[in-house]
């Protein structure tokens, strides 16, 4: 059970300090720092798919499957957010105005 409490006690502290950190990040930084976060959530997809693939306790393997189906939201969110940033950099067409 402690190791329970444990767990649960340092979720709750990187939950905190993570959306600490999140909130003090000024938009011009978001974009480079998606990429990274892009980074991070590729190695929780391979991390979670580890985990579930090698876990026999069938809750365990529900709490794997949806940390690799949040992951991949993050991933996928943050390339298309990444890529409209992008866009906005690229030099427009003459020939359409």
Do not use: W
Not at 61 to 90: C, P, S
């Amino acid at each position: 059970m402690s190791g329970l409490i444990f767990n649960l006690f340092i979720f709750v502290l990187a939950s905190f300090i993570g959306f600490e950190l999140i909130s003090k990040v000024p938009p011009t930084l978001h974009t480079p720092l998606m990429s990274g976060a892009n980074a991070i959530s590729g190695i929780t997809i391979l991390g979670a798919l580890i985990v579930a693939g090698q876990i026999d306790h069938v809750a365990a393997q529900y709490i794997g499957f949806a940390a690799i189906v949040f992951a991949t939201i993050n991933v996928v969110g943050g390339f298309m957010v990444t890529d409209r940033m992008l866009e906005m950099f690229k030099k427009k067409d003459k020939t359409n105005e």
